[in-house]
C-alpha cells in the first residue's frame, strides 16, 4: 500500500519560533494532500487542504497566516507553524489520497508532536 | 452538512467478549465510510472501508462493518477482542469523489479488560 512519511515525529520549540512539518507520498504522487489537528482525547479536525502548485484551501477558522502550507511538488507538503505559541502545541497529521485505484483511501502519515515552551 | 457521530466515548470490553462500536452519519449523497485505528501517539490505520456494493464488509485484525443506509449507520464489530485491540477507533465519511477530505468521527476509546 501507499506509504506517506511525515517529519519530524516530535519537536519542542521555543514560543514565538517556527517549525516546519514536512509530509511526503513514498511511493507514490499526490497532488493534493490535508492536514489534521489532533488535540489529546480529541478527534482529528481538518485544518487545509494542501494542493500541488496552487495556494491551500484553508478550513474556516484556521489562520491562513499562523498556518502556512507549501505543496511544491507532487511528493512533499510542508506544514510551517509560524510565531509558535504554547496553545498550538498540538499532535497534527497529513494524509493523502492514494493514485490510481486508490484515490477514495486516505493514508495518513504517522503525525507530529508539537510542544511550544 | 456532512458529519459523524459516535456515542461512545469510552468502552471496556473482556477479552475474547464481542465488541460492537457504533457509528451514525449524516451526508447530503451517497458516502464513502472508513474505520480507523489508533494506537497512542501513532497515525491513523484503516481498518475497513464501504464504497458501494455488499453491504458487509470485511477488514484487517478480525473486524467486520456493516453499513445500514436506512439507519445512517455503519457500525464496526468484532466477535472476539484481543488485548491488541485497545486503541481509539474513529469511523469518518467521504464524498463519493476522487481525492477528496474526510470528516472524522469523535473516537471512541477502546479498552480491554484482562
Known amino acids: 500500500g501507499a506509504v506517506v512519511s511525515q517529519h519530524p515525529s516530535w519537536v519542542i520549540c521555543k514560543s514565538g519560533t517556527s517549525v516546519k512539518i514536512e509530509c511526503r507520498s513514498l511511493?507514490?504522487?499526490?497532488?493534493?494532500m490535508f492536514w489534521y489537528r489532533q488535540f489529546p482525547k480529541q478527534s482529528l479536525m481538518l485544518m487545509a487542504t494542501s494542493n500541488e502548485g496552487s495556494k491551500a484551501t484553508y478550513e474556516q477558522g484556521v489562520e491562513k497566516d499562523k498556518f502556512l502550507i507549501n505543496h511544491a511538488s507532487l511528493t512533499l507538503s510542508t506544514l510551517t507553524v509560524t510565531s509558535a505559541h504554547p496553545e498550538d502545541s498540538s499532535f497534527y497529521i497529513c494524509?493523502?489520497?492514494?493514485?490510481?485505484?486508490?484515490?477514495?483511501?486516505?493514508?495518513f502519515g504517522a503525525g507530529t508532536r508539537l510542544s511550544v515552551l | 452538512a456532512q458529519s459523524v457521530t459516535q456515542p461512545d466515548i469510552h468502552i471496556t470490553v473482556s477479552e475474547g467478549a464481542s465488541l460492537e462500536l457504533r457509528c451514525n452519519y449524516s451526508y447530503g449523497a451517497t458516502p464513502y465510510l472508513f474505520w480507523y485505528v489508533q494506537s497512542p501517539g501513532q497515525g491513523l490505520q484503516l481498518l475497513l472501508k464501504y464504497f458501494s456494493g455488499d453491504t458487509l464488509v470485511q477488514g484487517i485484525k478480525g473486524f467486520e462493518a456493516e453499513f445500514k443506509r436506512s439507519q445512517s449507520s455503519f457500525n464496526l464489530r468484532k466477535p472476539s477482542v484481543h488485548w491488541s485491540d485497545a486503541a481509539e477507533y474513529f469511523c469518518?465519511?467521504?464524498?463519493?469523489?476522487?481525492?477528496?477530505?474526510?470528516?472524522f468521527g469523535s473516537g471512541t476509546r477502546l479498552s480491554i479488560r484482562p
Open positions: 494524509s493523502a489520497p492514494g493514485d490510481r485505484g486508490l484515490k477514495n483511501i486516505q493514508y
Open positions: 469518518a465519511v467521504g464524498a463519493v469523489s476522487s481525492a477528496s477530505k474526510i470528516i
Open positions: 511511493d507514490f504522487q499526490a497532488t493534493t
